[in-house]
């Protein structure tokens, strides 16, 4: 997560995160960490069951998982983004989320191995953060418990 402005969306995805046994969160740049009261109270005590580090630099953390041999990915739209229905997920894949406003940054985007997206119909053009991270961890956790990865 780089640069959430919102604790409470910060809990939430705690969470999600918690519900999908995410292996860990990173907290970044302008991001709120545990203790604080607004991530408590969307949380649930979630905070306490996914492991979680903050980084200030979200490029840092992005490193640091490709070292580790994580595939990145963003959850942005960009000119070259994916419906997530069309990402195939393949090994070990770290998610960025961006900026509740700004979304992910471009330095960031340079990082990445691919940019996926959630088709919109509306007149809005974003999800909220917390939204967001619910509809991407669900739709990987069908993929990959059907099989459907490379």
């Known amino acids: 997560m780089d640069n959430l402005r919102s604790a409470h ?26 203790p ?12 306490e069951s996914v492991n979680w580090q903050y980084i200030s630099g979200a490029a840092d953390a992005v490193k640091q998982c490709i070292n580790d041999g994580y595939s990145i990915v963003c959850v942005e739209q960009t000119t070259e983004s994916i419906h ?3 990402f195939t997920p393949s090994g070990p894949i770290a998610l960025i989320f961006g900026n509740e406003v700004n979304g992910v940054s ?27 991270a619910g509809m991407v961890l669900y739709d990987l956790y069908l993929k990959t418990r059907s099989g459907k990865t490379s």
């Open 36 to 47: 604080n009261r607004d991530i408590s109270k969307s949380a649930l005590g979630a905070t």
């Open 106 to 132: 471009d330095e960031l985007l340079g990082l990445c191995n691919a940019a996926i997206e959630i088709p919109q119909f509306g007149t809005k053009h974003s999800f909220n953060v917390s939204v967001c």
């Open 84 to 86: 997530l229905e069309q």
């Open 9 to 34: 969306n910060v809990g939430s995805v705690f969470r999600t995160a918690d519900a999908f046994l995410v292996d860990k969160i990173y907290l970044c740049g302008i991001t709120a960490t545990p």
